[in-house]
C-alpha cells in the first residue's frame, strides 16, 4: 500500500518537478539570469506580484468579513450562499474568464456604461484584478469560517460579560483568535493568485508588457521555443510555492501549540 | 444585590421545531446569597441564567437587580461576572492578562490592573502561574482562573454555568469546597448551575429544583431534601424507588410489598416514591422479595431485590451496618417501609407523606 502510495505520488509529483527544475538548471544560472533581462518577463512577474498583493489585501477583509456573516447570523438564502462562495472553486478559471468578458468585454452588458466612464477593463488591468479576485475569492473564506464554528461563541461572550464593546471584543479577541486560519487562508490566496492561468488570459489576452502575467509569460514563451525564458519563470513560481508550503507548515504547528 | 426573576419565557426554535426552554419562572435570590439551580440537563436552568447575564433575550417577564428593571440593559453594562462551563478562557493571552481583560476593556490604568491581578492570582491560589497561557493549565487551575477573570472587575453578581462540569470527580469536590469558602470571604450574591445535587446542596444556601423549564421547589437544601414540594422533586433529589399503584384500605399494594397509605381514599390512582434509605431489607427465609445483587459503592452497599409478583426495588445500606447480615444474592428478604410518599394522580387529592416508626 505504502509502495503503491509513494509510486502515484512520485509520477505526478516528484517527477514532473524534479525534471523542470533539472531542465532549468541544465540551462546554467546564467542563461536563467538572463532571461529575467528581459523586459517582458520582469513585468510579467511583477503584474502577478500586485495582482497577488491586491488579491491578498481585498480577498483578506472580504474574507473575514464574509465568514463572520456566514457563520455568526441567520437570515433567508443563507443555505444558498454559502454553496455560492465556493463557485470559484468549481468553475473552470477559462468559464470565469469567458463569463467576464460577457459582462465587461466588447458588446458586453456593461460596455456601455464603462465607455461613458472611461474605463477599460477587458484587456486591461481592472479585468485581471476582477478575475484574479473572483477565483482567490473563497480560501480566506474557508479557512476563516472553519475556525469560527471551532471556535464558538464562548470567548466572545466572556468578553461581552466582562464589559468589552463589540469593537473591543472583534479586535482582542474574536480577531487574534483567527490569526493562525487567516493566516493559512491567505497564504493559500496567494498561491492561487501566482497560480492562476485560464481567467487571467482570457479576460487579459496575455499581451505582452501589458496584461501578460507570469503565468500567461510562460504559455506565450513556450509557444515561441525560447525554452530557458519559460524554465526560469517557471523555476520562480515553483521557488515561490515551496516557500508558501513552508509557511502552511509553520501555521499548523503554531496552530496545535495553541491547544 | 438581590435578584428577582419574574415571569420568564424563553422558547426556541420555530413551527413544529420549537421547544419552550424557560416557561412562566419566577424565583427571588437574596443579596449575597450562594444558590443552586438545580435540575436534569436540557431543563432550562442554563438558559435562565444566560437570560440574567443579559446573553439571552427572554420573550417575555422580566428581571430585576437591586430592584430595579435591567432588562434594557446590554450584557456588558449589567455589572455581572458569568463563568462559563468550558472556562472559555482567552487563550492567546496569559492568565494575568486574562484576568486583566475586565478592567483593561473598562480602561483602568495598568497599574490598578497589575495591583488587582496580583491580588486575584493570590486569592485563587494562582501565585506564580500569571505568565502561563490556558494550554498549559490544568482543568482546576483553569477553571480558577476563569473565576479569577469574573471577580476581577468586582461585580455585583456571580453566575456560574456547570462550573465544575468539566473536572473530574477529585477537583471538583476541592473545588466545590474552595467556591463555597471564596463566597463566604467575598459575599457576591452568586447563582450557580448544576445537575449534581449532591454539589448543589453541599455548596449552596438555596437550592432551586427546576424541571421542564420551571420551578420545581426554592427552598433551603434539608427543607428539599425532607418536605419534596412534587412528585417531580421526591423522585429526583436523593436515589428512589418509584411505582405506580391504587390506594386500597389504607395501603397501595405493589406486587407483594404493601406501601402504607393512609388517609387515601380507596381507588385514588398515586404514585408512590420510596427513597434508597427509607427502606429496610432483612434476611427472613418467609419474605416477600429475593435479592439479585449487591454492589458496593464506597463506603455503602446498595442490594438489589425483586418483590414477589412485583417489580425492582432498591435499598441502600452503610457498609457495615448490621441489617446487612445474612444478606446475598438467592437469599429472601423481608421489606420494610419507613417513610413512603403518595403523590395522586391528576393533583385533584394533595401529596401524602406516610411515616412509620
Redesign the interface.
Known sequence: MLALVLLYLGLILALPLGAMTLRALEAGPRALWAAFADPAAREGLILTLVLAAIALVANGLAGIGAALVLVRHRFLGRRLLDVLVDLPLAVSPVMTGLAFLLVFGRGGWLEPWLEVAGLKVSFAFPGLVLATLFVTFPFTLREVAYVLIELGT??E?????????PW?TFR??TL??L?YGLGYGLVLTLARALGEFGAVLVIGGAISGHTQTATTFIYNAIEERQEAAAYSMALVLAAASVLFLLALEWIKRQRR??? | MSIRVSHLCKRFGSGANQFVAVDDVSLEVGGGELVAFLGPSGSGKSTILRIIAGLEQADSGSVHFAGRQADHLHARSRGVGFVFQHYALFRHMSVAENIAFGLRVQGKSKDEQRRRVAELLDLMGLAGLGERYPAQLSGGQRQRVALARALAPEPQVLLLDEPFGAVDARVREELRHWLRRLHDEVHVTSIFVTHDQEEAFSVADKVIVINRGRVEQAASPAEILDHPATEFVARFIGEANVYEGVARDGQVPVGALRVPADGLPDGTPVTAVLRFYDLKFWRDDRGFARVTRTMTLGDRVKVEAVIDDGPVIYSQFPRRSSLLAGIEPGCRIHVEVTLARLYPQGGATPAVTVQLQ
Open positions: 464562548d470567548e461572550e466572556a468578553a461581552v460579560t466582562l464589559g468589552a464593546s473591543q482582542l479577541v487574534p483568535n490569526r501549540k495553541e491547544r
